[in-house]
């Protein structure tokens, strides 16, 4: 007897699912085109802006990109000051840099008045394809509102002091200054000896003030620049703790932290997170609860100190104090 195993209908079963696994193939791309991606760049328009006169950024005057691509691309926009060195970039992707909007933003210099900016446009995947363009800057632009500002020594009425000492040789605001990181004025502080006093910039604050800023959220930004080496800059912050509307030592918390300047002649930007500053137990100084409270500072140094206790010249300058929220300057 011949006994046969196949069974057709298991067969007819399957065919239907082959038909459905290759039959029925989407011609959907998943994904961006290749082309697209990898193509040959072209320019629709070319790279520029609209402030060929150069851009007053006193009077809200923005500098507006523009430039159209054939692909969607990442690119870079940097500029860079041709007297200041100061930088500021700006990363995208598209097939254009129309929404690039400069309104004098900068990374860690300030960008000078009278400067020719150069504008370089670069691309991540097509980097032969490199466009390079320049605006003429008129004046700083007035950057404040991003912020709380204590002082860029350019008011009238001055919302700051100095305090000097024994060891201090010089403690003064210097203006109509050339080389000032903004503006046209900062404090210069120097001192001789084995000390780590020199002096102290100090800038007054109310609980009014500094109304919706947080400790864990606040940046206190400084520019500083020095020539001498070892020289550093000593941050106070000095809490009313008992809220009589005066600073005693004894009895009010003190914060600090210390920071060293390079000593290269050049400005260099300093953030701190205001958080970070650590509890100061120096001298008669108490401890009320160990924490930074924003509601009861009203006062904050910055001070001409050094990094050790050597016998030697030291000093730093200061330029454009300001509080931040979120993030540094």
Not at 57 to 79: D, H, I, K, M, R
Not at 240 to 266: C, M, P, Q, R, Y
Not at 295 to 302: A, P
């Amino acid at each position: 007897m011949y006994f046969s195993f196949q069974k057709p209908e298991l067969t007819w079963l399957f065919i239907p699912v082959l038909f459905g696994l290759f039959g029925c193939a989407k011609e959907e791309v998943l994904g961006p085109d290749l082309e697209s991606l990898y193509g040959e760049l072209e320019f629709v328009s070319e790279f520029g802006h609209n402030r060929p006169n150069g851009v007053h950024f006193n009077a809200g005057e923005g500098v507006q990109f523009t430039g159209e691509f054939n692909l969607p691309v990442l690119y870079t926009v940097s500029l860079i000051g041709q007297k200041s060195g100061a930088t500021f970039s700006f990363k995208g992707q598209g097939i254009g840099v129309s929404d690039v909007l400069w309104l004098g933003d900068c990374d860690g210099l300030f960008f000078q008045q009278n400067e020719w900016v150069h504008c370089l446009l670069e691309f991540e995947d097509h980097p032969e394809d490199v466009r390079l363009d320049s605006v003429f800057v008129w004046e700083q632009p007035d950057l404040s509102s991003r912020g709380f500002l204590l002082a860029s020594f350019e008011e009238v009425n001055p919302p700051f002091s100095l305090s000097s000492g024994k060891y201090t040789q010089s403690l003064e605001v210097v203006t109509e200054a050339t080389d000032a990181c903004e503006g046209s004025a900062y404090v210069r502080g120097t001192g001789s000896g084995a000390a780590t006093w020199f002096g102290a910039l100090r800038m007054s604050l109310s609980p009014v003030e500094l109304e919706g800023y947080e400790a864990a959220t606040t940046y206190l930004n400084l520019h500083v620049r020095s020539a001498f080496e070892g020289s550093a800059t000593v941050i106070k912050v000095f809490e009313d703790s008992n809220e009589d509307g005066l600073i005693t030592s004894g009895v009010d918390e003190v914060f600090t932290t210390k920071l060293a300047v390079t000593a290269d002649g050049e400005w260099h930007r300093k953030s701190i997170l205001w958080s970070d500053l650590v509890l100061d137990l120096s001298g008669n100084n108490v401890s009320v609860d160990g924490q930074v409270d924003m509601n009861k500072v009203i006062r904050l140094d910055c001070t001409v100190s050094q990094t050790g206790t050597a016998d030697g010249d030291f000093g730093l300058d200061v330029d454009y104090v300001i509080l931040t929220k979120q993030r540094p300057f």
